[in-house]
């Protein structure tokens, strides 16, 4: 299963918060290989631990691994 099935079939389940992250990686899945944690908290208009929270939600141990997925 592709990330985005992944992180399309997690949506109902996750907070609001984490679905702005969600609906910013759905929307611009090739930019974020090249964004940092920072940077899509910022676009995302969340905190970092949000993120976390997120990756580590939808099966991820972090970030980086997320990223690389």
């Known amino acids: ?6 992180i399309s079939s997690y949506f ?3 907070t609001k918060s984490e679905q ?5 990686v759905l929307a611009n899945p ?3 290989e ?9 676009k995302a208009s969340v905190g970092e631990s949000t993120i976390i929270r ?3 939600k939808i099966g991820y ?3 980086q691994d997320f ?3």
């Open 12 to 14: 109902p389940s996750l």
């Open 54 to 56: 997120f990756v580590r």
């Open 20 to 24: 702005k992250v969600a609906q910013y």
């Open 34 to 42: 090249a964004t940092s944690i920072q940077e899509l908290a910022k």
């Open 61 to 63: 141990t972090g970030y």
């Open 30 to 32: 090739d930019d974020i």
């Open 1 to 6: 299963m592709n990330i985005l099935a992944i």
């Open 67 to 69: 990223k690389l997925a």
